[in-house]
């Protein structure tokens, strides 16, 4: 099976900066578009990042010129680097990305989440 896996979250101070991961893994034929959503409490899951498989990138207004999405591809692995951090940028980071399994079946698959606390 496919899985997801998102690590580098945690609790910085505002103007700090984070960088997340998020390494697919399993019965992997291809990857096709990769994506960061964050949902705060009380609040709806919400687009942060996108990057297709050929490097095509989008971001959510109010992270443009803050945040990057970048993915290697030999690595199965996209990264999220959060630059300039505000207390509004806290939420549970969640990784998405489009995936054709071994068998030819194509689905999207999600990570489990990371918590990410901007805080002083």
């Known amino acids: 099976q496919v899985q997801l896996v998102e690590s580098g979250g945690g609790l910085v101070q505002p103007g700090g900066s984070l960088r997340l991961s998020c390494v697919a893994s399993g019965s992997i034929f291809s990857i096709n578009d990769m994506r960061w959503y964050r949902q705060a409490p009380g609040k709806l899951r919400g687009l942060v990042a996108a990057i297709t498989s050929g490097g095509g990138i989008n971001y959510t207004d109010s992270v443009k010129g803050r945040f990057t999405i970048s993915r290697d591809n030999a690595k199965n692995t996209v990264y999220l680097q959060m630059n300039s951090l505000k207390p509004e940028d806290t939420a549970v980071y969640y990784c998405?990305?489009?995936?054709?399994?071994?068998?030819?079946?194509?689905?999207?698959?999600w990570g489990q989440g990371t918590q990410v606390t901007v805080s002083s």
């Open positions: 998405n990305a489009d995936i054709r399994d071994s068998s030819w079946s194509l689905r999207g698959y």
